[in-house]
């Protein structure tokens, strides 16, 4: 069975702060996706790595795909409000269609 | 270009009926995904439709059915509902066919609470 693990769960920082999300499995993934999902609507697509070791930014937020293609990191530079919110990894195996998600970390970034 | 959009927004239903909710997807994407997110769970794939097909399930019981349409709108049939299928029911679509690349774009999702 393929799992993601996502660390930390929950993470409550100041405005302007760095953080980062790691997401980690023990299989290999074809492709990975970040979203970001806000209370009552659906997951919201931030970035697709595809290759090992593909780094990818996108304004303050950098993604990086590991070179195994079993992890992936999420760090946000000087953290603001808006911000905030649940941040998924979802990770592709190929030919099945199906996307396995990791159980999200929840950032409450603070002004 | 409008995004995925799922109807309707939330359905209050008692246990033992049944459930059905829809699903339209981007312009273009054939593929539709269904996924519940129940809380404390994360997000559990359902159904995958292609082409009119249904081409990959997860483990849910066969009381979850679905549909896909020649418009390749969707539809997701809960029967014989139970209280913990009280969840969001996320829709995505994509236009990739599995090929390890799927970027899926979800809709804002179906409230399902079943008393």
């Known amino acids: 069975t393929q799992l993601l693990e996502q660390s930390p769960q929950f993470l409550s920082i100041q405005e302007g702060e760095n953080l980062t999300v790691y997401c980690n499995s023990s299989s290999v993934f074809s492709s990975l996706q970040w979203y970001r999902q806000e209370p009552g609507e659906g997951p919201v697509l931030l970035v697709t790595?595809?290759?090992?070791?593909e780094v990818k930014k996108l304004k303050r937020l950098t993604f990086q795909f590991g070179d195994a293609r079993k992890d992936s990191s999420l760090h946000i530079t000087a953290a603001q409000p808006g911000d905030t919110g649940l941040y998924l990894c979802a990770g592709d195996s190929g030919n099945t269609g199906k996307l396995i998600f990791g159980q999200g970390t929840t950032l409450q970034v603070k002004p | 270009e409008a995004g995925v959009t799922q109807s309707p927004t939330h359905l209050i239903k008692t246990r033992g009926q049944q459930a059905t909710l829809r699903c339209s997807p981007i312009?273009?994407?054939?593929?539709v995904y269904w996924y519940q997110q129940a809380l404390g769970l994360g997000l559990q794939f359902l159904l995958w439709?292609?082409?009119?097909?249904?081409?990959n399930r997860g483990n849910f019981p066969p009381r979850f059915s679905g549909r896909q349409f020649p418009n390749y709108s969707s539809e997701l049939n809960v029967n014989a509902l139970e209280l913990e299928d009280s969840a969001l029911y996320l829709c995505?679509?994509?236009?990739?066919?599995?090929?390890?690349?799927?970027?899926?774009?979800f809709g804002q999702g179906t409230r399902l609470t079943v008393v």
């Open positions: 790595v595809v290759t090992g070791g």
């Open positions: 995505a679509s994509s236009s990739s066919q599995g090929e390890g690349n799927t970027e899926a774009f």
């Open positions: 439709y292609d082409e009119g097909e249904e081409r």
């Open positions: 312009s273009g994407h054939t593929s």
